[in-house]
Each structure stands twice: as structure tokens, then as C-alpha cells.
């Protein structure tokens, strides 16, 4: 039994299982071949004849989790002995398991935002050589998150694909998924470790800081959707160009409102804002031209109706934190609603795109 997927994937549990139509498991475990699961029926020979099931569990060479089932008749039909997992649209991922994605993936983009868009206003726009205690509290409650998130994403992806077990958990840790979740978790424990030295830190030790967000952004990229036709690693940067882009303007928002005396910062502020947010809408274009098909996949497509809401998500924080800010008003509510469109990106990244 041979199934090809659309790029390379790693098996979960057995991979591949096909029962006969008495019900029996009649295949071992699949073997991965580039693009292909392979699981052997050469032992079990001569089949049965009538309608075998056909279920598979894979993990994507992009860290994403996807199953379903079919089925095929030898000889003749005959009934199905029980429901296969229903292919659709979410990759048939279990509803529990696509919960769990999302939040983790929001947990990591708010932590991502706190700790390296915090650490960016303080080293480009703040000349003191102390960070002030509430800045250096976002960043370490960014770093927080960024530590949660991981078993919570290891969870909802072994969820995803129906089993929660020991040996479910370590196949998970086995796949690309695994060794994009070890590397996130070793930067958030290295720039754990180097805060401490920030207070005195200046020059190539604050840049060197931020280099490991930029790691952090890089090694997210590993992890976001292939797009079909384009090189992985301009996937990959564009990916990381993105997520980087929204940590400076939602990171930047939440560290200048929870300053007392922000005045002196509001005009700087703008101006990275406003390229920070340049960059955004530009990469955020580019994906969204390279996985939707046309723009009725906006309202037709789980990925798409996201998309498009979190699009108005967008304008209307960027235009409540504007007026807010020149207002003089507090600034939370406008940050509040953007910690709301890492949510929906949350989701976003969970969902398959139409393309």
C-alpha cells in the first residue's frame, strides 16, 4: 500500500493501517519514501475480497499534522465494517487537537511580540543604560509564554491526530515538528539565561540579544506552510519576515503603553510603526497571494474567512492605536484587540491553506 502526499511526510504511530473487510488490521508498519508512506501486505496474502479501509496519520516535512481514510473493493463491494476518520477541508485533525494548536500558537506569537518587540523598543528606542522594571516585566511574562506554549503545542499535536499516549507524544518528538519545537524552546531558555546581563548590556550585547529573536523568527519559519512552486527558504524567510514585522509593532505598542511618561516616544515610535507595519502588510500580501487560489477562497475556505478576518482585525487596531495614542489615551484597549489578531493568526497557522 503506497500513498503520495504533496511533500514529504513522517509517519505517526504505524502510519498507514488497512482493514479488510472481516475487520482484521491487514498491514504493518508504513515506511516513509520521500513523499510516499509504504506499508507492506505481501504477508496476509490472498486478500479478502470486498471493501478495505484505509486510514493514515502523517506529520508534514512542515511540522503540520494531517489524517483521513478511504477505501477500495477486491473482487467486490461489500459493507464498511466502521466509519473511517472523514477527510475534510481541516485535514480531518481532531476538533480537541486543532483547539490546542491554535492556543499554543497564540501563546507563542504573544510571548514572541512580549519578549523580542519589548527587547527591541528598549535597545532602539530607550538611550538609558537601566530598562525601566516594566518593560523588563513584559519580557520576561513573553518569556514565560514562550516556555508554556511548548508542551501545549506537543499536546494539541499529538491530539490532532487521535492519540494521546506515551508512544504518541514520542512519535510527535520524532517528526520535523519536534525538532522545530526543541530549537524554540532551546532560544526562549538561552535568551532566558542572557537577560539578566540586558541592565548593562549595550552595543553588540543588546544586538546579540536580538539576534536570537531573530533566530527564534528563523526557526518559526521551519514551521509555517510550504507554498507550492516557491523555494522552501524563501518560505521560510518570508514566514519569518512576518512574524518578526508583527513583534516589533505589537511588542513596541504594549511596552511605550505601559510607560507613565510616553510623550518624548510617541513620534519615534511612529516611525518604526509605521515601517515595522509597512513590512507586515507587504509579507502578509505575498502569502496570502502564494496560498489562495482567488479571492473567493476569502469567503469559501476556513483559511480564507480567517484570513479575511483577521485582515479587518488588523485595520481596526492599527486605527484605534493611532487615534489612541495621538489621544493620549491610555493605549491598552488597542493593545488588548492586537493580542485578539495573534489569535486569529493563531488559527491561521493551524489551519491548511486552499493551495
Known sequence: MRITFSEPVTGFG???????????????????????????????????????????????????????????????????????????????????????????????????ALAFGVLAFRVLLLPAPDAPSRLRRLWYAGLVLLVVAEPLALTGQAASLGSLDAQSLADVLGSAFGRVLALRLGVALLLWGALGALPQARGRGAWTLLGLGVALALVDGFGGHTIKGVPDLVAYLLTAVHEGAMSVWVGGLAALVSLPERGPLLRPFGRLAVASVAVLIASGALLALFHLRSPADLAFTAYGFTLGVKLLAVAAALGGAWLGLRARRSGWPEAAALAGVLALAGLLASLPPPR
Open 14 to 112: 504505524r502510519g498507514i493501517d488497512v482493514y479488510a473487510p472481516s475487520g482484521k488490521r491487514v498491514s504493518g508498519t508504513a515506511a516513509a519514501q520521500g513523499d510516499s508512506l509504504v506499508a507492506g501486505l505481501g504477508e496476509f496474502q490472498p486478500l479478502e475480497e470486498g471493501t478495505y479501509r484505509v486510514e493514515w496519520r502523517v506529520v508534514a516535512r512542515d511540522t503540520h499534522p494531517s489524517r483521513g481514510s478511504y477505501t477500495f473493493s477486491v473482487g467486490h463491494p461489500s459493507p464498511v465494517t466502521a466509519d473511517g476518520l472523514q477527510g475534510n477541508e481541516l485535514g480531518a485533525v481532531a476538533p480537541l487537537g486543532l483547539f490546542l494548536q491554535a492556543l499554543a500558537r497564540w501563546l507563542h506569537f504573544l510571548g514572541f
